[in-house]
């Protein structure tokens, strides 16, 4: 995973592949991993890379709204979500990543959606 060792200097714990409930409508909702900071507070990252154009962008609202349901229904253990997007094939990567779902979801403040240039540069700096 190419976020990991962004994440080991920023001082984050991580965990892979890390189940954090159900998926709406059903099914195991697995985020690519889970990082905790020295104060203990948790992020939850997905990852979606598109490498040519694709179906992969159909997929991001409804990303958005679960891993936003895994932050609310965590109670306080999850702090915030990631949805981080690379590669060079996004026809709409900047239109989510200037918070053009936002005024669709009611939850739009628990899900980040940045690139993976932002990400990387956010934990790196411990910034998350």
Request: net charge positive.
């Amino acid at each position: 995973m190419m976020v990991l060792p962004s994440l080991a200097k920023g001082n984050y714990e991580c965990e892979r592949q890390v189940q954090v409930g159900e998926r709406l409508g059903g099914g195991k909702h697995v985020v690519d991993a889970v990082a905790k900071d020295k104060s203990g507070k948790a992020f939850l990252i997905s990852l979606k890379w598109q490498q040519v154009q694709g179906t992969a962008e159909q997929k991001v609202p409804f990303e958005v709204i679960c891993l936003a349901e895994a932050v609310e229904s965590s109670h306080g253990k999850y702090e915030k979500a990631y949805l981080v997007l690379g590669g060079e094939g996004w026809k709409l990567r900047k239109f989510y990543i200037r918070g053009g779902l936002d005024p669709h979801f009611t939850h739009a403040h628990l899900v980040a959606i940045v690139s993976l240039e932002n990400f990387v540069a956010k934990a790196n700096k411990g910034e998350l």
